[in-house]
């Protein structure tokens, strides 16, 4: 059953479907908050980890030009509800969920691109077959056991102080380029460019999200090491990530032999909001199957030798 909330434009701007999934103590309903715009083949757009489907916003519109944009709340974040008891965080779990949310919208085999978390969910739906291309910005899954330790590190301590702080700072502090700063440059590379209600926004997202200590429980035990073959697949990363280094997309190329790998200059770990045209034609590469030497505006290939 899908509801939908529509705008003046009679454009849907948010929705949410449910269905049902197996697990093991029976059948489970899940419910799933989303937003789709545009026409064209579908393209599922998949956020990080204490965030919401609003990370994707400053490229949305240029991806609807040319796709039906699914962005998705992942369970446990965003509008999303958490996830049934019973249905674990992990990715033998989400994975088949977002096959099923697909199902449901009618979207057979989508295009998929996701961020940090979602990077990693895009490149086992690719692994798995769900998906006709993978774009993966700063993917989970390829770091050492301290490069893991210190991003949850991180995460945590990002969550706890959006816990702590009374909503009348958040508010005041996002008026200023010097607070948005504050509050978000361990994920943006440029975060007085984000706007302040975004900023307030996603900060009550991390704040609010239910899904995040199962999620970055489930995730201690995660490493991406399985190829994703016969489709294409590009994995992508910020030059100034301050949350997964750099070096980490090196060890997907190893695993992922056949993946373009791109570096998108200036851009931090959420590169959407840093250079949204340079990160919005990335993914349109990935979803036209180009050739794996077309060149990109505004993005060098990563030298083997960094």
């Not at 029976?26 to 489907?53: D, F, K, M, Q």
């Not at 990530?241 to 190893?254: E, I, S, T, V, Y």
Request: overall charge positive; aromatic content about 4%.
């Amino acid at each position: 059953m899908t509801a939908e909330v529509t705008g003046a434009s009679g454009v849907a701007e948010a929705a949410e479907v449910s269905f049902g999934v197996e697990s093991p103590r029976g059948p489970r309903t899940v419910t799933v908050s989303y937003r789709r715009t545009g026409s064209g083949a579908p393209l599922l757009l998949l956020h990080g980890i204490g965030h919401h489907r609003q990370a994707w916003d400053p490229v949305v519109g240029i991806l609807a030009a040319r796709h039906d944009v699914i962005a998705v709340d992942l369970p446990g974040f965003g509008a999303s509800p958490a996830l049934p008891e019973g249905l674990p965080y992990d990715l033998a779990t989400v994975v088949p969920v977002l096959g099923s949310f697909c199902e449901a919208l009618g979207i057979g085999r989508p295009h998929v691109a996701g961020n940090s978390l979602g990077g990693l969910l895009a490149l086992e739906l690719g692994r798995v077959r769900l998906v006709r291309s993978v774009t993966a910005l700063s993917p989970a899954g390829f770091w050492t056991q301290a490069e893991r330790r210190y991003a949850f590190t991180t995460l945590l301590a990002m969550r706890r102080i959006a816990m702590a702080m009374p909503l009348p700072t958040i508010e005041r502090l996002s008026r200023s380029a010097a607070g948005r700063t504050a509050l978000t440059s361990t994920i943006y590379a440029r975060p007085a460019r984000r706007a302040p209600e975004a900023v307030v926004a996603e900060t009550l997202a991390l704040r609010h999200a239910t899904g995040f200590e199962p999620t970055l429980s489930a995730g201690r035990r995660v490493v991406f090491r399985d190829d994703v073959p016969g489709l294409p697949v590009t994995i992508a990363w910020g030059t100034r990530d301050r949350l997964l280094l750099r070096r980490q997309g090196l060890r997907a190329k190893r695993a992922v032999p056949d993946a373009r790998l791109v570096r998108l200059p200036g851009c931090g770990h959420v590169p959407m909001n840093d250079d949204p045209a340079c990160v919005a034609r990335v993914i349109l590469d990935t979803s036209r199957a180009g050739a794996p030497d077309q060149e990109l505006d505004h993005a060098r290939v990563l030298s083997t030798s960094r």
